[in-house]
């Protein structure tokens, strides 16, 4: 049997989404609770990996198991195995024509940017830029990354060579919650690194430092130095990914 | 010259305020930074302790040093050597007489309790209770401990053995926002583990577990072994620290 899960995971002492050979990654740590209960190792497929330190509200993954568990008992299982740190939120049985990774339409990403005094409770989910920034630029900034462009100046190297680097931003928007910033995309796929360094660009026409004509001229470059500047992952949430034309849909007619 | 400094923690990684031997504590950690600066050892003397996992908004300290520094460059030397979860706030020049501890004449102390889904991002920061409470009862449990009262069953043994455990609680309040209650105790002051104890009375309350009438038979008893119970410390915030009555008078009178 398929088993979709969708998790969510504070990332913030993760070496991020994908096993790795230093340290705890979200992977592993699913893997560890699912090897407790099966005879041989099983493998998770998440929707895509998350970085070093970087969120999750709902994250999915799939994996097969002959055990006899129906959705609710999985749920408690992971959730009285796992660290208080990951918490699964839904667990539905899938046909095998379910891939997390492949079937997937698209994604959320969310940043989130402290404008007022540094908040040490925040310190690891919320990045502390601590300085004002200009709501109108911000918005203007984030609207260039609005349509189907090349993102190739906005990803990483050397994991991006692919030679289609063309993606779709369906939109993004921009909130206030008292002295926070929350700047949502939603888009077909995203490369790596590719939300930090919208979101660094964003950051720096919302602080008077580029005219927001430097992004479009970034993007027109499409070469991966012509920006040279990240932003911490500590800021950053996958916040949906999308299965269905219809769930898109919604989301994407709900505030237009 | 004798210092007063207010800080800001996230209690999650250290032991506590208290110098442990096991591990970090926050004493320890600002103390390291204090001893990188002087040829002497330097101690710092907190407003009381805070325990394991609990945190402050604005916990106080006072150190004497014979550095020629001003407050604000205090401030900044603070804040570029402390860890991210520990952020200096204010530094202040004060007199020989003043004594972080000694002075202090009444404290505020918050609870947070999620009464909605489970939260990764807040697993630290705030008890995950995670099922509905009372409000109206909430109330009624926590108006028990207004007033002077002996709160010998609502404090920890053996480290509180000392005759008079009569203190004054001069206001406590409930805030609710979105699905968490905030639970604000102000008060004279607190001994060992006395807020958790209060909060889960309240919380035993809340649910339905007990009458109200409970909670005032548990207080009557002045005995230890009265409650039996405590709730975890990461919902726990030491607020305020007030060392003059104008301040107090001021919190007092603003909301009443």
Redesign the interface.
């Known amino acids: 049997m398929r088993w979709k899960v969708t998790l969510?995971?504070?990332g913030a002492k993760y070496l991020g989404w994908q096993r790795q050979i230093h340290g705890p990654s979200i992977q592993s740590t699913v893997e560890s609770v699912l090897n407790a209960m099966h005879p041989e190792p099983v493998t998770i497929h998440g929707s895509g990996r998350t970085d070093r330190g970087v969120?999750a509200r709902a994250q999915v993954f799939h994996f097969d198991s002959m055990l006899n568990l129906d959705a609710s008992r999985w749920e408690r299982a992971f959730?009285s195995m796992l660290p208080?740190?990951?918490?699964v939120?839904k667990v539905e049985a899938v046909t095998e024509a379910f891939h997390a990774r492949l079937s997937a339409r698209a994604k959320t990403y969310e940043y989130r940017i402290e404008c007022g005094?540094?908040n040490?409770?925040e310190?690891?989910?919320t990045y502390?830029y601590n300085s004002p920034l200009n709501e109108g630029a911000l918005k203007q900034a984030l609207s260039c990354f609005e349509g189907t462009h090349d993102f190739t100046s906005f990803c990483a190297n050397p994991l991006d060579l692919k030679p289609n680097q063309v993606r779709t931003i369906y939109r993004t928007e921009l909130e206030k919650r008292d002295s926070q910033y929350c700047l949502t995309f939603i888009g077909s796929g995203f490369l790596r690194y590719m939300v930090r360094r919208m979101v660094i660009a964003v950051v720096e026409v919302g602080s008077g430092e580029w005219p927001v004509e430097r992004v479009k001229e970034i993007m027109a470059a499409k070469d991966k130095q012509a920006l040279g500047l990240t932003i911490d992952g500590c800021g950053l949430y996958l916040d949906q990914v999308f299965y269905t034309q219809e769930e898109l849909d919604r989301v994407l007619g709900s505030t237009q």
Chains 1, 2 share one sequence.
């Open positions: 969510s995971y504070n969120h959730n208080r740190d990951i918490h939120t005094p540094y040490v409770f310190a690891e989910t502390q």
